[in-house]
T-cell receptor, first 113, second 112 residues
Framework: AAGVIQSPRHLIKEKRETATLKCYPIPRHDTVYWYQQGPGQDPQFLISFYEKMQSDKGSIPDRFSAQQFSDYHSELNMSSLELGDSALYFC????????????FGPGTRLTVT | ELKVEQNPLFLSMQEGKNYTIYCNYSTTSDRLYWYRQDPGKSLESLFVLLSNGAVKQEGRLMASLDTKARLSTLHITAAVHDLSATYFCAVDIRSGTYKYIFGTGTRLKVLA
Protein backbone atom coordinates (compact mmCIF):
# COMPACT_ATOMS: atom_id res chain seq x y z
CA ALA A 1 0.00 0.00 0.00
CA ALA A 2 1.16 3.51 -0.78
CA GLY A 3 2.52 5.49 2.13
CA VAL A 4 3.28 9.11 2.87
CA ILE A 5 6.44 10.26 1.12
CA GLN A 6 8.71 12.94 2.49
CA SER A 7 11.72 14.51 0.85
CA PRO A 8 14.49 14.99 1.45
CA ARG A 9 15.07 12.44 4.18
CA HIS A 10 18.08 14.28 5.52
CA LEU A 11 19.02 17.93 5.21
CA ILE A 12 21.93 19.88 6.57
CA LYS A 13 21.77 23.66 6.56
CA GLU A 14 23.67 26.48 8.15
CA LYS A 15 22.25 29.13 10.42
CA ARG A 16 20.23 31.81 8.66
CA GLU A 17 19.75 29.63 5.58
CA THR A 18 16.40 28.50 4.16
CA ALA A 19 15.03 24.97 3.91
CA THR A 20 12.06 23.46 2.09
CA LEU A 21 10.56 20.15 3.14
CA LYS A 22 8.12 18.29 0.93
CA CYS A 23 5.32 15.90 1.74
CA TYR A 24 3.31 13.71 -0.64
CA PRO A 25 0.22 12.28 1.08
CA ILE A 26 -1.34 8.91 0.51
CA PRO A 27 -3.47 8.97 -2.67
CA ARG A 28 -7.00 10.27 -2.03
CA HIS A 29 -5.97 11.78 1.31
CA ASP A 30 -6.82 15.46 1.27
CA THR A 31 -5.59 16.47 4.73
CA VAL A 32 -1.95 17.01 5.63
CA TYR A 33 -0.36 17.65 9.02
CA TRP A 34 3.15 18.75 9.96
CA TYR A 35 4.83 17.88 13.25
CA GLN A 36 8.22 18.79 14.70
CA GLN A 37 10.10 16.46 17.04
CA GLY A 38 13.14 17.87 18.80
CA PRO A 39 15.80 15.57 20.27
CA GLY A 40 14.36 13.52 23.13
CA GLN A 41 10.98 15.22 22.84
CA ASP A 42 7.51 14.27 21.75
CA PRO A 43 6.21 15.38 18.35
CA GLN A 44 4.60 18.83 18.38
CA PHE A 45 1.85 19.85 15.96
CA LEU A 46 2.83 22.68 13.64
CA ILE A 47 0.12 23.16 11.03
CA SER A 48 -2.53 21.34 9.02
CA PHE A 49 -4.23 21.74 5.66
CA TYR A 50 -7.50 20.51 4.26
CA GLU A 51 -8.36 20.85 0.61
CA LYS A 52 -5.45 23.24 0.07
CA MET A 53 -6.56 25.60 2.82
CA GLN A 54 -4.83 26.05 6.16
CA SER A 55 -7.04 24.44 8.76
CA ASP A 56 -5.25 24.67 12.10
CA LYS A 57 -2.06 26.16 13.40
CA GLY A 58 0.04 25.10 16.36
CA SER A 59 3.35 26.27 17.70
CA ILE A 60 4.81 27.17 14.33
CA PRO A 61 7.35 30.00 14.30
CA ASP A 62 6.64 33.00 12.11
CA ARG A 63 9.81 32.12 10.17
CA PHE A 64 8.04 29.00 8.92
CA SER A 65 5.34 28.90 6.29
CA ALA A 66 3.55 26.07 4.58
CA GLN A 67 1.07 25.43 1.86
CA GLN A 68 -0.81 22.63 0.18
CA PHE A 69 -0.90 22.46 -3.58
CA SER A 70 -3.55 21.40 -6.08
CA ASP A 71 -2.16 17.84 -6.16
CA TYR A 72 -2.43 17.80 -2.33
CA HIS A 73 1.28 17.68 -1.71
CA SER A 74 2.51 20.10 0.90
CA GLU A 75 5.69 22.07 1.47
CA LEU A 76 7.07 23.47 4.70
CA ASN A 77 9.33 26.46 4.14
CA MET A 78 11.69 27.43 6.90
CA SER A 79 13.71 30.63 6.75
CA SER A 80 16.42 32.22 8.92
CA LEU A 81 17.19 28.80 10.34
CA GLU A 82 18.33 28.59 13.94
CA LEU A 83 20.22 25.84 15.74
CA GLY A 84 17.02 25.05 17.65
CA ASP A 85 15.25 24.15 14.41
CA SER A 86 17.30 20.96 14.24
CA ALA A 87 14.69 18.23 14.57
CA LEU A 88 12.76 15.47 12.88
CA TYR A 89 9.89 16.84 10.83
CA PHE A 90 7.01 14.50 10.21
CA CYS A 91 4.24 14.84 7.74
CA UNK A 92 1.03 12.88 8.16
CA UNK A 93 -2.05 12.54 6.00
CA UNK A 94 -5.64 11.50 6.51
CA UNK A 95 -8.85 11.32 4.57
CA UNK A 96 -10.99 14.19 5.87
CA UNK A 97 -14.35 12.48 5.78
CA UNK A 98 -14.31 11.00 9.28
CA UNK A 99 -10.55 10.82 8.94
CA UNK A 100 -9.20 11.16 12.45
CA UNK A 101 -6.51 8.51 11.97
CA UNK A 102 -3.28 9.95 10.64
CA UNK A 103 -0.66 8.09 8.64
CA PHE A 104 2.86 9.29 9.25
CA GLY A 105 5.68 9.63 6.77
CA PRO A 106 9.28 8.58 7.42
CA GLY A 107 10.29 12.08 8.46
CA THR A 108 12.93 14.56 7.39
CA ARG A 109 15.88 15.03 9.68
CA LEU A 110 17.00 18.65 9.57
CA THR A 111 20.34 19.55 11.05
CA VAL A 112 21.24 23.22 11.38
CA THR A 113 24.94 23.94 11.94
CA GLU B 1 -4.93 23.24 27.39
CA LEU B 2 -4.91 19.51 26.73
CA LYS B 3 -2.12 17.63 28.47
CA VAL B 4 -1.12 14.06 27.83
CA GLU B 5 1.16 12.51 30.38
CA GLN B 6 2.86 9.16 30.39
CA ASN B 7 4.54 7.27 33.14
CA PRO B 8 7.06 6.09 33.61
CA LEU B 9 9.26 8.23 31.37
CA PHE B 10 12.01 5.63 31.46
CA LEU B 11 11.66 1.93 31.99
CA SER B 12 14.40 -0.62 32.22
CA MET B 13 13.21 -4.18 32.58
CA GLN B 14 14.49 -7.70 32.33
CA GLU B 15 13.47 -10.01 29.53
CA GLY B 16 10.51 -12.16 30.46
CA LYS B 17 9.00 -9.62 32.85
CA ASN B 18 5.64 -7.87 32.60
CA TYR B 19 5.04 -4.16 32.90
CA THR B 20 2.45 -1.48 32.19
CA ILE B 21 2.86 2.01 30.73
CA TYR B 22 0.19 4.54 31.68
CA CYS B 23 -1.16 7.41 29.61
CA ASN B 24 -3.35 10.07 31.24
CA TYR B 25 -5.00 12.92 29.38
CA SER B 26 -6.76 15.99 30.63
CA THR B 27 -9.79 16.39 28.38
CA THR B 28 -12.62 14.23 27.10
CA SER B 29 -11.69 12.14 24.11
CA ASP B 30 -13.04 8.88 22.74
CA ARG B 31 -9.94 8.02 20.75
CA LEU B 32 -6.38 7.25 21.70
CA TYR B 33 -3.40 6.10 19.67
CA TRP B 34 -0.24 4.24 20.59
CA TYR B 35 2.97 4.52 18.58
CA ARG B 36 6.38 2.97 18.72
CA GLN B 37 9.47 4.91 17.69
CA ASP B 38 12.97 3.53 17.26
CA PRO B 39 15.83 6.06 17.55
CA GLY B 40 15.82 8.48 14.62
CA LYS B 41 12.97 6.64 12.93
CA SER B 42 9.37 7.37 12.15
CA LEU B 43 6.28 6.68 14.24
CA GLU B 44 4.97 3.15 13.87
CA SER B 45 1.28 2.79 14.63
CA LEU B 46 0.60 0.11 17.22
CA PHE B 47 -3.00 0.55 18.28
CA VAL B 48 -5.97 2.76 17.53
CA LEU B 49 -8.48 2.73 20.39
CA LEU B 50 -11.82 4.17 19.37
CA SER B 51 -14.15 3.85 22.33
CA ASN B 52 -14.45 3.42 26.06
CA GLY B 53 -13.49 -0.10 27.10
CA ALA B 54 -11.60 -0.81 23.89
CA VAL B 55 -8.93 -3.45 24.25
CA LYS B 56 -6.52 -4.49 21.53
CA GLN B 57 -3.68 -6.99 21.54
CA GLU B 58 -0.82 -7.62 19.18
CA GLY B 59 1.83 -10.10 20.19
CA ARG B 60 3.25 -9.19 23.58
CA LEU B 61 1.52 -5.80 23.67
CA MET B 62 -2.01 -5.09 24.85
CA ALA B 63 -3.63 -1.65 24.99
CA SER B 64 -6.82 -0.54 26.69
CA LEU B 65 -8.81 2.66 26.99
CA ASP B 66 -10.96 4.00 29.82
CA THR B 67 -12.40 7.30 28.61
CA LYS B 68 -14.18 8.00 31.89
CA ALA B 69 -10.91 7.83 33.79
CA ARG B 70 -9.10 9.47 30.84
CA LEU B 71 -6.57 6.69 31.04
CA SER B 72 -5.00 4.27 28.62
CA THR B 73 -2.59 1.48 29.42
CA LEU B 74 -0.04 -0.37 27.32
CA HIS B 75 0.76 -3.71 28.90
CA ILE B 76 3.89 -5.61 28.01
CA THR B 77 3.89 -9.34 28.59
CA ALA B 78 7.11 -11.35 28.83
CA ALA B 79 9.26 -8.58 27.41
CA VAL B 80 11.91 -9.33 24.81
CA HIS B 81 14.87 -7.20 23.74
CA ASP B 82 13.21 -6.32 20.41
CA LEU B 83 10.59 -4.31 22.28
CA SER B 84 13.21 -1.75 23.29
CA ALA B 85 12.01 1.58 21.85
CA THR B 86 10.17 4.75 22.82
CA TYR B 87 6.40 4.44 23.10
CA PHE B 88 4.08 7.41 22.64
CA CYS B 89 0.38 7.72 23.25
CA ALA B 90 -1.58 10.46 21.48
CA VAL B 91 -5.03 11.99 21.69
CA ASP B 92 -6.71 13.84 18.86
CA ILE B 93 -8.42 17.21 19.09
CA ARG B 94 -10.70 18.49 16.39
CA SER B 95 -9.94 22.07 15.47
CA GLY B 96 -10.85 22.06 11.83
CA THR B 97 -8.80 18.96 11.25
CA TYR B 98 -7.82 16.42 13.93
CA LYS B 99 -4.47 17.35 15.38
CA TYR B 100 -2.65 14.94 17.64
CA ILE B 101 -1.36 15.82 21.07
CA PHE B 102 1.35 13.37 22.03
CA GLY B 103 2.29 12.13 25.44
CA THR B 104 5.72 12.67 26.88
CA GLY B 105 6.89 9.25 25.72
CA THR B 106 8.20 6.23 27.60
CA ARG B 107 11.68 5.05 26.75
CA LEU B 108 11.74 1.30 27.25
CA LYS B 109 14.92 -0.71 27.51
CA VAL B 110 14.65 -4.47 27.79
CA LEU B 111 17.75 -6.08 29.18
CA ALA B 112 18.76 -9.49 27.94
Amino acid sequence: AAGVIQSPRHLIKEKRETATLKCYPIPRHDTVYWYQQGPGQDPQFLISFYEKMQSDKGSIPDRFSAQQFSDYHSELNMSSLELGDSALYFCASSPYDGGYEQYFGPGTRLTVT
Amino acid sequence: ELKVEQNPLFLSMQEGKNYTIYCNYSTTSDRLYWYRQDPGKSLESLFVLLSNGAVKQEGRLMASLDTKARLSTLHITAAVHDLSATYFCAVDIRSGTYKYIFGTGTRLKVLA
